[in-house]
C-alpha cells in the first residue's frame, strides 16, 4: 500500500527530525524530535501541495512507564481544507528538556491550547505570547496530567485562597 | 359602638415570628448556583412539569442580593469555590443553601486533585439532596425541608 505523500516529504526534507510513522484505520501518525518541528509546520502549512491551514488540536502524552523514546509527545492534529485530509504529528519530548517552539505565528488558534498543555503537562512553549495558567488557578504549583502527580493532589483542595 | 364587638370578628392574635415565616416560606427566592449537570434537573424542577412555583419558589434570583436561598447544584472545583463562597456572603440573612447531588454535597464520584470534597467544609449546607443527578421530586422534597426550617426561624435568635 502506498504512503501518503506527506510522509514521504518530511522523510526527505527532514530527515534527522523523522522517528517513525503510524496508520491507524485510514488515519496517519508521524512521530518527529522535536527541534526542527516548527519548521515541518511551516512546510505543512504553506507547501502548495498539502495547505494543512487549520490547527484542529494540541494535546500531549506523558510515556511514563510506557517503553517511548522519550516521555513526553506533543501531539497536533491538522486539517487541510484542500485535499480534505488530516493528519497528525507527535513531537516527542524529553523529561530533562520539556521545552518546545511555539506554532501561535502559524494558527493563532495555537495560543490556549499551548496554554493548556503547559499548564497541565509543563511543556514550555517558546515564542508564545502569553504562557500563563489556563485551567488551574494561578497559584497552583504542579502540572497535573503528569502520571506521577496524586490523583487526590497535594493538599489543593483543602489549602486555597479564600476571596473575601 | 364598643371597638370589643370589631375585634371578636375581624381581628387575630398571632405573633410576628409566625406571620413572617409563613410569608417567607412560600416566597422563597432561590439563587441558582448551577455548575454542572445537577443544574439541568433544577431547571426540570422550575418548568411545568413539576413546576417548582408551586411551592412559591419559581423566581431565580441571578442576582444573590435578593436570593434567600442558594441552590448549589453541580460539582464545585478549588478555583470556583472562593466565588461560591463570596455569592454566599453576599446574600442577605436570613439563608438557607440546598446541597444538590453528590458532587456538592462530598465531591462525588470526583475524588480529585481539583475537586472541593463537599461544600459544606466552607459553607453552612442546610439540606442534602442525594442522588447523581437527584430526581425532581428530591429537589421538591429538600425545598418543603427548607419550608420547614423557614418556619422556626425566630427574629429574636438573630441579632
Known sequence: MNK???????????P??????????????????KERIFDIFKFLKEDENFLYDYLVDITCIDYLKLNEIERFAVVYHLYTHKNNSRIRIKALVPEKDTVISSVCSLWKGANWMEREVFDLFGIEFIGHPDLSRILTPDDFIGHPLRKDYPLKGRGERENFKVVK | MGIE?????NILVT??????????KYSLWPMPMGTACCAIELMSTLASRYDMGRFGAERLSFSPRQADLMIVAGRVSIKMMPVVIRIWEEIPEPKWCIAMGACASSGGVFDTYTLVQGIDQFI???????GCPPRPEGVL???VKIQKLVEQDSIKKRK
Open chain 1, 4 to 14: 501518503r505523500p506527506e510522509i514521504e516529504e518530511i522523510k526527505a526534507r527532514f
Open chain 1, 16 to 33: 534527522e527530525s523523522y522517528v517513525r510513522d503510524e496508520e491507524f484505520r485510514g488515519d496517519i501518525s508521524i512521530v518527529v524530535r
Open chain 2, 5 to 9: 364587638n370589631l375585634l371578636k370578628s
Open chain 2, 124 to 130: 453552612p449546607v442546610d439540606v442534602y439532596i442525594p
Open chain 2, 141 to 143: 422534597d429538600a425545598l
Open chain 2, 15 to 24: 405573633t410576628v415570628d409566625a406571620v413572617v415565616n409563613w410569608g417567607r
